[in-house]
């Protein structure tokens, strides 16, 4: 018994054992380790043992000495007891032998290894303890492996229900996914890192003082700051008078580890740049010492591509991956109660019949209160007037420094504040207990809302009652309760409850987080607590925060720096350590986080179709309403208008009567109108449809109705009018087709709907319409009663059609009846020709696609994109996008003191802007009108912004004003006249079309702000209360009282950034200082003092800015256990809140995009058509067997060792790249050299392919050319090198080699994928970094307007400022990335006393605080917050394509890899395209999956073949032709595709299945035909054998036949040679014949065609499209694989050969709903199709008799 349960435990298939023995069960008497309590006090004691390691170290023993006893007590103990169940184990399950040996256990192994850690530690805390190893000791090293111990408490809760097998499938392909990720981003770290090497090289060059000597320099010869500068004065900064440009060649420990003095220290530049940490300050460095542009390319594309694009693929990976993990983990995640919420709990009672069971109301009130008091709880006013009283108390609470002038008065209102807070505390606490009185104790804790509202009125009455509780840490119970302020917004508690909802997972993802950075805090505490510099790890708190301030990537390399400065020779180690940690922060647990969110705002399966439905329906209603400003006209009366018609009555086809002119005369108050509209209104609500009557038994006027109207009978005028009204729209109705008007109005696009005989043709049955029992979800995700649902895409396509013309017909309706509807300036008609000609210039555009005026198809040309680009808007929008990027460069070069009113070159541009703009107003408004029109200017937001942009621009022009106040309304119209770059917005669809993505999800947004506000508001409100004017401190250090914080000091000046990076001074040498007067101040950038402040201050924190200087004062001012406050701040904030914009903007992309609402099969076919347009031919030609010299080298050449070789090669030459080349130098001569070597070997290879492929097969691949173009440029580097010599000569060196290197992403599959995703999504965000680059010229402009003229501050500098407008976007490029925003931000908030003002803005270096305040938040929250967010959408989007497998794709990389490879076999010319009966060979040399068995899919085959053909009209077919027909050809259409896609291809395929039926039909009629023309000459030639003869007897002594013989069944046949034949057929003849004939009718045989008849005169069926020369399928494959077709099964490629048996179909996805197969018949093919073939089978024996000789 004891070894099978040991068996179960181990080998079980689910993963349920994450430790050893953890599974088994407690009855289990196996051994005392295995019982429950045991391996619970072990849990404790590893918990314990954690604890202990945490506080062993030397600066804690320092401060609390028993404790170095105490924690070796614990520890010898723990060591005892963990040793103890280690030898058990070892007992029980053997070492190395055994079943389950103990060393084979991979659980087993890190106890050992814990048990062996904590020896060493005991044995190293005895010598410590008797003095033999000193206490700051390396040694301390050894106990690292300890915190790992807390794996043993937690590991228990980290139990899956998996499979191990699945569970190691999803790790193994995400280890993968991320180990390629991570080649990819170390790719370019590299690429950057030699990039830096060769155009930087060694920073050394600094300003010190003219007297500075090498040898006696000191700290005092720098300038303050450290600058650098260039020795050549055209390029970088040149220095002061005062001082010059030296080489200094400081040390490492000096300059610091950042530069690019070779590749290793560049790489860790890079990454610590792309890091967005201090990438600023180092392009100011390179700025400095070389040519600026230098610098701003290189960091501004490392930050964009590293920063921005290939560190967002990381999140991209473990989004998907995520998303798989909880596809198999949605059974854990679900709730438990989901399956049994509908039915609630049950109970048997009597009767009196009997037992029963019967349904418990759970939310009945089972208290002891009165029904009356039921009522008052469950009413609105009762909740509405507590929500109104926490809004009161939150108001009161954060309001407490409002009188911070007069003490008297604040004293005051904090008496006043506390007795209010007692009022609502002690109110809050009768709601409580009048809830349980109504309710009873525990039917008020059984809602989770109560256990909070309890917490809350437990925490507060503690807080008021006991007075040293007061203003505690229990203030975080009162201001908690704002977040009962959620419940006052139905929509804002549903979108908390969608992400914050299924907190499990949530809950397990901070749990993860918060566990492994305390594990990491102990490992690193363990790592430098014997480092006494280092003061950042000397006790459990610091380290704790420091590793937590890594996790939130703000100020990571300053402890990194100050580790590696006092680590000395082990700075690098310490490097890879703090840089894996980082690493692992930002890849994983962030990723992570934004991960949860997307999948917590992911819709059900079960719900995405009903959505998809709902919103074509919300868009159909939207399509058939017209604009409210086009609905005025509908309050006028009609006023219709009368016409001169030129033709007769007759001469029009249609008779089209008026309906809006006919129906004035018709009195609405007669009972015939009101029986008509009756009958009317019957008609439209029933099932039915009237009968149509023909035109020829109509009788629309009576003998009657054609007398003079004043002599007919009223009730007669009204009734004819009628009937000429309703059966003119009938008729005209009938003889356009239009039957999508005979649709019931209002019907619901869910509701069943049935077609009678109108339609042109049916769907195939099974494919179309189908019922599926929905489940109507709730947004807070709770389910109601299912219903039915019918989902029917022929009505959808009919309500789209009808929505669209009923808004035309009222458009025309409104035309006709209104003079002035459609009349621009109520005078310019639609047959004006000012007008025409006004249209004609607004709509004259390029035309960028060409269509063949004979096949309709779309021409191809060259550089086909150029040409989309060209016809993308019109001719004059073109021209206004020219002038506006003219206007925009004039005001580029615009500043406080060069400006347009005194500059006439920049007036010259605004005149040109301002008139060109208003003659195209102009010209627009006369071509479609300004308003009330349907097509007029100001029809949406884009025409409101170009109308307020020319109002500004014309009202500038005309007043320049000369004299411009700071803060004036001058200086506001100069700031709105930067909108200029807004324009283009307009101008461009597609950045409307972002512009419109952006504004879609504002509602979220919004949501996610007011979420963010609260947050920000609860800790304001905390902060107010325990830090208000607790934050003031004396700017000299070391004055602690007010009192004493007079007169003035001395300040040392910080030279270099880091203070650890200084260098030693002599005695008698002093840091360099200046005398500032002493100040009783709150720190410069915030305070708490009051509610606006704090919540500036928690808005900062939230970007993550300068939240590290808030937490460095709280602890100085207030304590170390204060910081909890920020830390919490930080982690909620920033980890939570701050992906909640990431996970809107992303959810809310993907639904603008389609892709949020497709179902699983739905995107997995949108990313195999992705993936399809990515796939190319391989333009690789055949090997040339004919040649055998050629052969043999084209098989050396696409060796996989010789390009694993050539790779090799490419990467070595690429690293002698290493080292700085510079001329002159002998190691870089020695370097060229091996490079020219390398080279030579490459063009040695790119001779042998041209050889062996042909120079003209060598061009037709892509990368060969890329190849070839390099190699050439590597020949005429060689030649440049031996001849010239010089630094041109190595710099294009180093630029062949850099480019040769983009080669080895074409070589690694992985490497092409994720570049190809990087480059697809590069172009794909085109227009969102043209929409970021517009805007942040908008911010430009306005800032050079608003602080051009701001004095230099703390980081407005000569680096960054707003003097120009270029200057001012590298400033917002820097503010994007979040470098010191914030401080730039109260730079431009400056105010007097501490500047000067002038009487106007350029003479002012004052800044403007409101204006500087809305600025940058505006900016930051736009930009940062929700545009760039929108490229990780980009990311994932295009990811997805490189990230499917073999297992999820439909088509895999293999696949695609054999139709390349068969397509490039016979593709000959390497065309990429070719005609379809070579692609015919194509779909039969194909293998795998996509293989096809003619004998068994013969008809599959002919379906294929008819699709090529039908696709370009017979004309040659693409490679992506070819295999979008195989992709449609392997999926299950009703699954895999959207709702307009499925009916396009419906339609295609039942066209192509009718077109092969009725092909094979005439194919059996042909051969029915040349039987029937046999028997009929051998029939005639018998008659007239038989003539011969004089009687039967004498025929038969004749041909010496027997007697018994029936002459009349004989018959003569012709045989092959000419002869004839006598042929007797028996009665068994008969029945095989027959049989034979049958059999015979299916096959298709050669067309036989009468020479005696004109293809002209003889009617034929539909001509075939397919080769009719092809064996036809048997009967009972051809009956089953159409009997399949029509039951909407999809016949899968590639199984007919393998198993032999047609496909049964794909089974209905469990989790989503399918479309049921409806019994939809098809008139057209039993009706049209029989008639057609009976017509021609009659008109072929029509002509066989005819043509047959007399």
Partial sequence: MLKVKRKQSVHADMLADYGADENISDSAKIQWVNQQWVRGTLRFLAGLSFVSVCLNTPRTFEDLPSLKYVTFIIDVVITFVFTAEMIAKMHGRGVIKGEIPYLKDGWCIFDAVMVSSLWLSVILQVFQMSDVVEAYTPLSILRVPRPLILMRGIRVYLKVQLPKARVNSIFRRSSQQVWSVTIFYVFFLTLYGILGVQMFGKLNYHCVRNDTVLRNMSINDFAVPDTFCSVDPTVGYPCPTNMKCMDLKLPKEEKGFNGFDEFATSVFTVYETASQEGWVFMMYKVMDSFPPWRGYFFFVTMIFFLAWLVKNVFIAVIIEVFAEIRVQFQQMWSNSSKSTSTHGSQAIHDDGTGWKLSTIDENKPAGLAPNCCQVILQSRIFHLAILLLVFADAVIASTSSTFTDDEEKQQQYKKFQKIAQVVFTLVFDLEVLFKIWCLSFWGYIRRSLHKYELLLAVGTTLHIIIPKLYHTELTYFQVLRCTRLIKGSPTLEDFVYKVFGPGKKLGILIFFT??????????????????????????????????????????????MYRSMYATGDFAPLVAVYFISYHLFATVIVLSLFVAVILDNLELDEEVKRLKQLKISEEVMGTKEKLPLRLRIFEKFPDQPQMVRMYKLPSDFSIPKI?????RQFINTDSNVEKLLKSSNKAASQGTTLQPYVPPSQLKLLTMQSTLPLRSACMNQKKQGVNVIVRNSSNQRLLTIGDASQFVKEGQSLLGPMEYGSRDRRALRAGSVRGSKAFEAIKENGESLASKTVEIDIKHIQEKKQQAEQKRNAREEELRENHPYFDTPLLAMGQQNRLRKFCKLIVYARYKGVIKDSLTGMEKKRRYQELHNILGLVSYLDWFMIFVTVLTCISMMYETPHKRVTNTPELQIAEYVFVISMSIEMIVKILADGLFFTPNAVIHDFGGVLESFILLVSVVFLCWMPQTVPAASGAQVLLVLRCLRPLRIFVLVPHMRKVVYELCQGFREIILVSVLLTS????????????????LKRCNDLTIINEDECIGSFRQNISIVRFPSRVMPLDENQTYPSIVVPRVWSNPRNFNFDNLGSAMLALYEVLSLEGWLEVRDIIIEQTGIWNSIYIHTFV??????????????VI???FENKGTALLTVDQRRWQDLKGRLQLAQPLHIPPRPDAFPTRAKLYDITQHKYVKRFIAFLVICNFFLLSFKWEAGSRSTYILASISVAFTSIFVIEVILKCICMTLRGYWQSRRNRYELLVTFMGVVWIILQFTLHNYYSYAFGVCIIILRFFTITGKHPTLKMLMLTIVVSVFKSFFIIAGLFLMMNCYAFAGVALFGTVKYGEMLDRHANFKTA????????????????????????????????????????????????????????????????????????????????????????????????????????????MPVHRAKFVLRLLKGRLEVDIEKDHLLFKHMVCELEKMRNGGDVSFHDVLSMLSYRSVDIRKSLQLDELMAR??????????????????????????IRAKGKAAKEQSAFYSSLANEREATRKLGLPAFIDFSKACIEIKEDGKQELVI????????????????SQQVATKMENPKMSPSTRRLLSPTLSDGAITAMTETETATNLRARRMGKRLQIGTGNKSGQSNQGVPSSPTGPTLQPAKVTNPYSSTTVTKEVKGWWNEQLRYDSDSEPE
């Fill in 514 to 559: 918060m566990s492994s950075l305390i594990v990491v805090s102990g490992i690193s505490l363990q790592l430098f607590c014997f480092v006494t510099p280092l003061d950042e790890f000397i006790t459990f708190p610091e380290a704790f925060m420091s590793m937590f301030q890594i996790l939130t990537q703000k100020g990571w390399v300053v402890v």
């Fill in 658 to 662: 008026r309906e809006s002119f006919m």
């Fill in 1015 to 1030: 947050l920000m508001f609860i800790f304001a409100s905390y902060g107010v209360q325990i830090f208000g004017e607790e």
């Fill in 1131 to 1144: 982690f909620i904030g920033c980890m939570i809140g701050l992906t909640l914009f990431v996970g809107v």
């Fill in 1147 to 1149: 959810s809310n992309f």
């Fill in 1366 to 1473: 270029p200057a001012a976007i590298a400033v917002l490029m820097r503010i994007i990335t979040g470098e010191d925003w914030n401080k730039i931000m109260h730079d431009c908030m400056i105010q007097p006393p501490y500047c000067t003002m002038g009487p106007n803005y350029w003479e002012s270096d004052c800044g403007n605080f409101g204006a500087a305040l809305f600025y940058f938040c505006s900016f930051y929250i736009i930009i940062a917050y929700i545009v760039l967010n929108l490229l990780v959408g980009i990311i994932m989007e295009n990811f997805s394509l490189f990230y499917s497998n073999d297992e999820d794709a439909l088509l895999s990389y293999a696949d695609l890899k054999n139709f390349q490879i068969t397509w490039n076999m016979v593709d000959v010319n390497r065309r990429g395209v």
């Fill in 1546 to 1571: 419906e339609e295609l395929e039942y066209n192509i299945e009718e077109e092969v039926a009725k092909m094979t039909i005439r194919q059996w009629l042909d051969k029915c035909l040349k039987r």
């Fill in 1625 to 1640: 057929h028996e009665e068994k003849f008969d029945k095989k014949e027959k049989k034979s004939e049958r059999s015979s």
